[in-house]
């Protein structure tokens, strides 16, 4: 744990979080006048949202698809 001014702190915030963020430190303490005031802890990890492809294998996309709208084929085929 790590105890740092105010002042120390504004002109080092970068190194502090980056300290924090590697795991180099678990915890900075901000302090005023030698006061502890505050601390930098980092985040727990958040979990992962759903993801792209969760209907995968629910339903079957027909061969040919993009073929049935001719003006839709044109869009793609215009600068092939």
């Known amino acids: 744990m790590q105890t740092v001014n105010m002042l120390e702190a504004k002109s080092s915030l970068s190194k502090l979080v980056a300290a924090i963020e590697s795991g180099d430190e678990t915890e900075v303490v901000l302090a005023r006048n030698g006061r502890p005031v505050a601390r930098i802890v980092p985040l727990a990890a958040s979990a992962a949202g759903a993801r792209i492809g969760i209907a995968k294998g629910h339903f079957v996309v027909p061969a040919g698809l993009d073929r049935q709208d001719p003006e839709m084929v044109a869009?793609?085929?215009?600068?092939?």
């Open 75 to 80: 869009l793609f085929e215009e600068g092939a």
